[in-house]
C-alpha cells in the first residue's frame, strides 16, 4: 500500500503554485515551494490552514478557501507534478511478483484518481483510497485497515510505504509493516518508528520481496 505525495509522486510544485493563486484571489501574499513542503501530509483542509497561518491571514472562510484551492488545483494537479523515478517499472514489478498495490492517500480521492488516470497507473491499484474516502483518515489506522480490505488483503499481508509520521503511524496502527519514504516530504525524524527506512521506491519493493520471499 503506497501513499500518493512524496512518496509515488512529487507533486509539491502544483500544490504550493496552487496555494499561492488561492492565496493571490485574497491578495495575500506568495510561499515558495520550500516553505509548502512541510505543509503536506495531512490533507487539502490543514494545507489551506497551514498556508492561510502562514502568511498571518486573518478572517478568511476556511471552506470557502478550500473551495478556492481545489478549484485551482483539481484541473492542474499533474501540470508540473510527475512519478519518482522507478516508480512505474516497481509497481509493475510488484504486480508480477503477486502483489497487490493500494493507494491510501490524505488527498481527496477525486484528485488522486485523476494523478493515477493520467500516469495510466490506476488500472494497476486493486484499491484507491482518499482523505475523504471514510469517515477517517491518517493518521487514524481505521483509513489503512479499510483500504486493506478493499484491495482484498489481510493486515498481516500487507505493508505501508509513506513519506509521513501520519503513513507510518497509521500502518504501525492497523498492523501492516511499514516502509519510511525517505526520498519524499517528511523529516527524517518521521521514520523513526517505521518497519524499514527506503530511500528510493525499487529499495522499498526489495524489503517487500524479502519479507514475503521467506514466509
Ligand atoms: O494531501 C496531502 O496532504 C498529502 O497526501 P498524501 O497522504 O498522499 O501524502
Ligand atoms: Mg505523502
Known amino acids: 500500500m503506497f501513499d500518493l505525495d512524496g512518496t509515488l509522486v512529487d507533486s509539491l510544485p502544483d500544490l504550493a503554485e496552487s496555494l499561492r493563486e488561492m492565496l493571490a484571489t485574497y491578495g495575500l501574499p506568495k510561499l515558495s515551494d520550500e516553505r509548502v513542503r512541510p505543509m503536506v501530509g495531512d490533507g487539502v483542509g490543514v494545507l489551506v490552514s497551514r498556508g492561510l497561518a502562514a502568511v498571518e491571514a486573518h478572517g478568511i472562510d476556511h471552506d470557502e478557501a478550500v473551495r478556492r484551492y481545489m478549484a485551482i488545483y483539481e484541473p492542474r494537479a499533474t501540470r508540473l507534478t510527475r512519478l519518482f523515478p522507478e516508480t512505474r517499472e516497481t509497481i509493475e514489478a510488484l504486480r508480477a511478483a503477486g502483489f497487490n498495490c493500494a493507494l491510501c492517500t490524505n488527498k481527496p480521492v ?21 482523505g475523504d474516502s471514510f469517515p477517517a483518515r491518517k493518521p487514524d489506522p481505521e483509513h489503512v485497515r479499510r483500504t486493506v480490505a478493499l484491495a482484498g488483503g489481510t493486515p498481516d499481508q500487507a505493508v505501508m510505504v509513506g513519506d509521513h509520521r501520519n503513513d507510518v503511524v497509521a500502518g504501525n496502527g492497523a498492523g501492516l509493516r511499514t516502509i ?30 524479502a519479507w514475503f520471499k521467506s514466509e
Open 180 to 209: 519510511f519514504a525517505d526520498w519524499g516530504y517528511g523529516a527524517a525524524a518521521m521514520g523513526d518508528q517505521a518497519t524499514a527506512i527506503a530511500s528510493a521506491i525499487d529499495d522499498a519493493a526489495r524489503f517487500m520481496m
Open 110 to 130: 477525486a484528485a488522486a484518481r485523476i494523478i493515477l488516470e493520467r500516469f495510466e497507473l490506476a488500472k494497476s491499484f486493486a484499491a484507491i483510497a482518499g
